[in-house]
Nanobody, 126 residues
């Protein structure tokens, strides 16, 4: 099992930036991919972006392409989500999630990921 702790959320004005961090501990050698999801009040949790833990390849939702960037530092067992040009509709709780078992679920599907963090709140004011 992998434990995940997110940080870096907060309140920011529209057009601003935030960088979220996700620190992994435990069986980090078992991570295949690490993704970010978000959940706004009254809405389902939705995919944001994901990264291959070994190769570094990324895949993002259309809604964040060109604004959000995922990266990782394997030495620190940490993934980052750099969020620029934030919009009020980006307001949500942001979760990181790790895939630690082989599966063929789509990269953007929640069922691909086994371990989840507790989330960090991001609020974008207009």
């Amino acid at each position: 099992q992998v434990q995940l702790v997110e940080s870096g959320g907060g309140l920011v004005q529209a057009g601003g930036s935030l960088r979220l961090s996700c620190v992994a501990s435990g069986r980090t050698f078992s991570i295949f991919t690490l993704g970010w999801f978000r959940q706004a009040p009254g809405k389902e949790r939705e995919f944001v972006t994901t990264i291959s833990w070994s190769g570094g390849g990324t895949y993002s939702a259309d809604s964040v392409k060109g604004r959000f960037t995922i990266s990782r530092d394997n030495d620190k067992n940490t993934a980052y989500l750099q969020m620029n040009s934030l919009k009020p509709e980006d307001t949500a709780v942001y979760y990181c999630a790790a895939q630690t078992r082989p599966n063929r679920e789509p990269m953007a599907d929640r069922s691909r990921y086994n371990d989840w963090g507790q989330g960090t709140q991001v609020t974008v004011s207009s």
